[in-house]
């Protein structure tokens, strides 16, 4: 099976009835119809499933995507802003799921909404009933990679750069996948981004940003009993610290946690 993604741009102004319909022409890059005034933007990743058809080579049309998503998605979306601001997006792209499956000929099998670019929420077709929330963070940290196993000229070998007994920084980005069950009933009890912001600030942010991790913390000091600081070490330690915390909220359940080092190089726990 194949599965085509696409992604569509939008923007509207809430305040603005009628705002999100499309005219003739646009900026597709930066959202169909133009900004009108104080506006929103946001992006409706679709991903079909299926086998391309055998004459045209098509999964399915993308002109027919864009199209379903700006007359069945978007008059949704607007609605919501200006009826139910306080919504869950993920109830919203619940919505949004079922409206899709009917307007689409292929099979939709995962909706993405992204509301800012480091904020999201996803959808599946075979888990309807839960949404993924994600989110990403930032931190300042400097680390050492010495192996008490190793010898010192291993570890310079190993290591190279990474092993100077100064250490050395990065601007850590980290995103938590959180899964959340939709109840149906609007954004009551739902687990929100507020929520994970403050766990994120508590359990990670605070206790990690601007420190020397072998230094400053325990847990990433091996000559002290922790693990090495190494980027796959970071996630696992960052998710188990955040688990208990959103596990104890709403029934949420925290999928995953990627740590990026740089920005060519990242790891993810559990994979």
């Avoid at 050492?144 to 190793?150: F, G, I």
Wanted: proline share 7%; glycine share 10%.
């Amino acid at each position: 099976m194949h599965e085509l993604r696409r992604t569509v741009r939008y923007s509207f102004n809430p305040a603005i009835p009628g705002s999100e319909r499309v005219g003739s022409g646009g900026n597709g890059f930066a959202g169909k119809p133009a900004m009108a005034g104080l506006g929103v933007y946001g992006e409706i990743e679709v991903a079909c499933g299926g086998e391309p058809d055998p004459k045209t080579g098509y999964l399915v049309d993308i002109k027919v995507i864009d199209r379903a998503v700006r007359e069945a998605a978007l008059p949704e979306i607007a609605r919501a802003y200006r009826e139910r601001p306080e919504s869950c997006p993920g109830e919203v792209l619940g919505g949004l799921l079922e409206g899709l499956s009917e307007a689409l000929p292929a099979r939709v099998r995962r909706l993405v909404w992204r509301l800012t670019p480091t904020y999201s929420w996803s959808i599946d077709t075979e888990n309807a009933m839960k949404a993924v929330l994600r989110q990403r963070f930032d931190l300042a940290a400097a680390h050492r990679l010495d192996s008490p196993e190793l010898s010192p000229e291993e570890n310079r070998k190993i290591y190279g750069a990474c092993n100077n007994p100064s250490g050395h920084g990065h601007n850590y980005v980290f995103e938590a996948a959180v899964e959340v069950p939709l109840s149906g009933r609007g954004s009551e009890g739902a687990f929100t981004l507020a929520t994970l912001e403050k766990l994120a600030d508590e359990l990670v942010i605070g206790p990690f940003d601007h420190t020397h991790l072998n230094e400053d913390t325990e847990v990433f000091d091996p000559r002290r009993g922790g693990v090495m600081p190494s980027v796959e070490h970071i996630a696992r330690v960052f998710f188990e610290r955040l688990e208990p915390g959103v596990a104890a909220r709403g029934g949420a359940r925290l999928v995953s946690v990627t740590v990026w080092e740089t920005d060519r190089t990242c790891a993810a726990y559990p994979a």
